[in-house]
């Protein structure tokens, strides 16, 4: 075996690690995916989607808590109230 196969057999290896770190992350993504999409199918609300969105949009505000959230949520769905803020 040439010192040129062995560095060859070692940058396989690092390839065959990149692409099992890319596969974890992309099934990852997926699955939270299909989590949220199943969520928002049978009415759940996405409160770490909120959290974001609170975070990114308005700043200035203070989240409501997850009880409050689902409440409100609740409320928006079966009361006819609430709505989007923006």
């Known amino acids: 075996m040439k010192a040129n196969d062995k560095s060859k057999g070692a940058a396989l290896g690092f390839m065959a690690s990149v692409q099992e770190i890319d596969w974890a992350e992309t099934f990852l993504t997926c699955w939270r995916k299909s989590v949220q999409m199943a969520r928002r199918s049978i009415g759940v609300p996405d ?7 609170v975070r990114s949009h ?3 505000r203070t989240p409501m808590s997850y009880e409050a959230f689902f409440k409100d ?6 009361r006819g109230g609430g709505g989007r803020c923006c």
């Open 58 to 60: 308005h700043p200035d």
């Open 47 to 53: 409160y770490d989607a909120y959290l974001a969105h």
């Open 73 to 78: 949520r609740q409320n928006a769905r079966y």
